[in-house]
């Protein structure tokens, strides 16, 4: 008989929550529950990391202004009545004739070429086009990064083009 362990304290193991079996589910819920949690985080915090204009959105916003200057130089020549696209820098936004609005976002930067017949004023223009599809003209450049788009205007046929440029 061996004496050395006979004064030995021997480790005791007390079980508290049932059967070993029953633990597994304890470490499914946990996993479940903190991945509840991330996404909650994540759902919330992307938005903000996110919050930038993509090339994507920027050229999207100049096909949209060309969408939207097409329409009312083809509203004028079906109704042979003058229409005017109001541009507003101040407020970043373009409304046509018709109350449709494009809103440009904040942190693209917003140039506009024109002649004085359709400034407002220094930051408001409106470009009017003619039943014959003529028009006053302009370019609106649209500049994010090393990227420029340009919505470009023919003062004499009216003719709309969006135009892709690096920024210069």
């Not at 480790?11 to 479940?32: F, N, Q």
């Not at 994540?42 to 994507?56: H, R």
């Not at 500049?143 to 690096?166: E, F, H, P």
Request: hydrophobic share 45%; glycine share 12%.
């Amino acid at each position: 008989m061996d004496h050395s362990r006979q004064g030995a304290a021997r480790p005791i193991a007390v079980r508290l929550g049932g059967s070993l079996s029953g633990t597994g589910g304890y470490l499914l819920l946990d996993m479940a529950l903190a991945l509840t949690i991330l996404l909650l985080l994540f759902a919330i915090i992307w938005p903000s990391f996110g919050g930038g204009t993509t090339s994507l959105q920027e050229s999207a916003t100049a096909l949209n202004i060309a969408t939207l200057l097409r329409g009312d130089r083809t509203s004028a020549t079906r109704t042979g009545l003058p229409t005017a696209t109001r541009i507003d820098l101040d407020r970043r936004v373009l409304t046509s004739a018709s109350g449709r609005t494009v809103e440009l976002p904040g942190d693209i930067a917003v140039e506009v070429r024109t002649g004085a017949a359709c400034m407002t004023s220094a930051r408001r223009f409106t470009i009017v086009f003619s039943p014959d599809g003529s028009s006053c003209g302009g370019i609106i450049v649209l500049k994010k990064g090393g990227l420029a788009y340009a919505v470009r205007v023919n003062w004499l046929s009216g003719m709309i083009d969006v135009v892709r440029g690096s920024k210069t």
